[in-house]
């Protein structure tokens, strides 16, 4: 029974060739727009979180307490009003304290590399000019497992590092403004007063020109002196297999360590929230292009159920069912959906192969990044899903109301 | 004729409303199998309600309508369409056909919504159909290309296609000239006499109603003496 059906359905749109090209037309660049810029958005989140997820540790526990630790007397009167006088603070070493047992701990976890580091600030004067520095005090076989700078290494590797201990890193930008090459020495000195030479083993390039000028890594055990704090260590970057289990382990690693340990997700919450927000302003509007396109669907469906009270009338007389006249003109939305996916979805990819193509050079970096487009399947099938809902939801009134045409009422004012 | 195919008990239509409408009143009416049965009356007088009732196009308000034994008033909706589609035909003044669609077309229509035909056989039927009454030519073209006398043996073609038990017209010769009114009432006449259908005929002319073998008036909605 369905090509009969079928059949009905595709020659009222037939006979309006016109209305029914302007409708499809409608679909076909409400699918394909959706798809174009949806991909766009979707590419440069993803490309943003995959940046975000590579170049920053998945957990950070760091040498601090995220809420400040009680007095004895506090913590056995729960609630109650204490007021002390004179309490003088401890005077330590900053650092996580037994941060090798942490380690411990922590590659005990399956799916997880973590290593030390001691941050902190130097300067290194060369040739006359000072630049300030944030010194990254690192292990240097670690280096490689919880971090990604080794894959901007240009010149040297990381494990150069590693057979020279008093060898340094450097980026492409501090070499740049300081006319440095791989193999030269410079002179750092660390808010401590003291100061140690080192030499260049390596020259990486992020791409992000602050990162690049002010960055350098080092031994551990150099910073270490450096900086006044033996056996510390500021920081614990952790790297996991999985990076969205970052949250949930977080949380069980500061139950047990005490420390704050921060996810890639906890850090970057208010821009996560942001790119959330941009989601749905994206899809609000590009849903509103498909929403006007669908309009174009009701108005040529409403239209021959209008003029087809007849035809409606004298199929039922016949003996089609209403659910017989619903679903022509249902069939026929989702012809027009279909046919407007099928046009639609190919035009979408080439406005992403068009989008693709376009380069830019965003401010802070230094080299040209091409539009990120998402390639998934997912953008396809939301795109052509969306259209294809559209289509057969702007059919479906005009199909209801065609289905409740009563054969009589239309007959007894037809005689004529 | 043999037995009744078609019983109207008290059969009544009211259009309910602020002010309600009787249309069809108390009509009780025994329809024999092959008769061929003429309703005739003033313009208003409800002969086309009551054919639209008895074609089970419109349910009654009161009274009882029996086809072929069966009562019709618990069918539902669907059980009303799948009889109308089985065991009726019907034909109108204007012959609503449907306009994107061919002569042959239309005719299949109801046969292909029957589905009891392959393909093959259905398509058969129509053309032999369109064949028996003289429209062989016109089989392929589209109802704009053929005259109203034409169109409306289309219509018929259409009616018979499910080898309906009964056949309603009305007012069938209402919009053709002399010569196509003729042959309509022939062919009509023919079912009945020749290959024993039930024809009911609602109409107007006075000449068309006495070739039948009844002739029930209608007025204000009741059967007259």
């Not at chain 1, 630049?131 to 290494?153: H, Q, R």
């Not at chain 1, 979408?348 to 998402?374: E, H, N, R, W, Y």
């Not at chain 2, 669609?101 to 239309?106: H, P």
């Not at chain 2, 292909?112 to 030519?137: F, T, V």
Request: hydrophobic letters at 45%; aromatic letters at 6%.
């Amino acid at each position: 029974m369905m090509p009969v059906l079928t059949g009905i359905a595709l020659r009222h749109l037939l006979a309006r060739k016109r209305q029914t090209l302007i409708s499809l037309l409608g679909i076909v660049l409400g699918t394909g727009f959706f798809l174009g810029i949806s991909a766009m958005m979707q590419g440069s989140e993803n490309d943003f979180i995959h940046r975000l997820i590579d170049n920053s540790p998945h957990i950070t526990i760091e040498d601090e307490f995220r809420n400040p630790r009680l007095q004895p007397v506090a913590q056995l009167n729960p609630g109650a009003v204490i007021q002390m006088h004179r309490v003088k603070p401890e005077t330590e070493t900053r650092g996580i304290r037994n941060y090798l047992q942490a380690l411990d701990y922590l590659h005990a976890i399956p799916g997880v590399a973590a290593s030390p580091m001691l941050q902190g600030q130097g300067l290194v004067s060369f040739a006359g000019k000072d630049e300030a520095l944030s010194l990254n005090g690192m292990i240097p076989k670690d280096i490689d497992t919880v971090s990604t700078i080794g894959t901007y290494m240009t010149d040297g590797t990381i494990k150069d590092l590693e057979g020279n201990p008093d060898g340094i890193i450097i980026g492409s930008e501090l070499a740049r403004v300081l006319s440095l090459e791989r193999g030269e020495s410079i002179t750092v000195s660390a808010t401590t007063g003291q100061m140690h030479s080192f030499k260049i083993v390596g020259i990486f390039h992020t791409g992000r020109a602050s990162f690049d000028e002010g960055q350098v890594f080092l031994a551990l055990k150099r910073v270490q002196a450096l900086l006044d704090r033996p056996n510390r260590a500021n920081q614990i970057i952790v790297k996991l297999n999985d990076p969205y289990d970052a949250r949930d382990l977080a949380l069980r690693i500061e139950d047990r360590l005490k420390y704050k340990s921060v996810s890639w997700q906890e850090a970057s919450e208010d821009i996560m929230s942001t790119l959330a927000l941009r989601n749905i302003i994206m899809y609000s509007v590009v849903s509103a292009v498909l929403l006007v396109a669908a309009f174009g669907i009701y108005n040529v469906i409403s239209t021959v159920v209008m003029e087809k009270q007849r035809d409606i009338a004298i199929l039922k007389s016949m003996g089609f069912h209403a659910g017989d006249i619903q679903t022509i003109f249902l069939t026929e939305g989702v012809l027009l959906g279909a046919l407007g996916c099928a046009l639609g979805l190919p035009l979408g990819t080439a406005i992403m192969f068009g989008l693709g193509q376009l380069v830019f050079k965003f401010p802070g970096t230094s080299q040209l990044t091409p539009m990120p487009i998402d390639w998934g399947w997912q953008q396809f099938a939301v795109a052509g899903g969306f259209a294809f809902v559209a289509a057969i939801g702007a059919a479906w009134l005009p199909a209801r109301k065609a289905a409740l045409v009563k054969p009589v009422d239309i007959l007894r004012g037809a005689g004529a | 004729m043999s037995g009744t195919i078609l019983k109207a008990e008290k059969l009544t239509r009211t259009l309910p409303g602020d002010v309600p409408v009787t249309l069809v009143r108390d009509i009780d009416l025994d329809i024999a199998q092959g008769e061929f049965l003429a309703i005739t009356g003033p313009s208003g007088s409800g002969k086309s309600s009551l054919l639209y009732l008895l074609g089970l196009l419109d349910q009654p308000s009161g009274g009882r309508l029996l086809l072929e034994g069966r009562e019709t008033s618990g069918l539902g909706e669907n059980g009303l369409a799948d009889t109308r589609l089985a065991r009726l035909g019907f034909v109108f003044q204007a012959n609503f056909l449907l306009p994107e669609f061919s002569a042959v077309e239309n005719v299949l229509l109801p046969i292909r919504r029957l589905g009891r035909l392959s393909p093959a056989e259905a398509e058969a039927r129509a053309r032999r159909l369109l064949s028996d009454l003289g429209l062989e030519k016109q089989a392929d073209k589209l109802p704009h290309q053929m005259s109203g006398g034409q169109s409306q043996r289309v219509a018929i073609a259409r009616a018979l296609a499910n080898e309906p038990a009964i056949i309603f017209a009305d007012e069938p010769t209402g919009n053709l000239d002399t010569v196509s009114s003729g042959v309509v009432q022939a062919i009509l006449k023919n079912l009945a006499r020749q290959k024993g259908r039930t024809v009911i005929v609602v109409t107007h002319d006075p000449s068309f109603a006495a070739q039948c073998d009844r002739i029930v008036r209608i007025v204000d909605g009741r059967m007259a003496a």
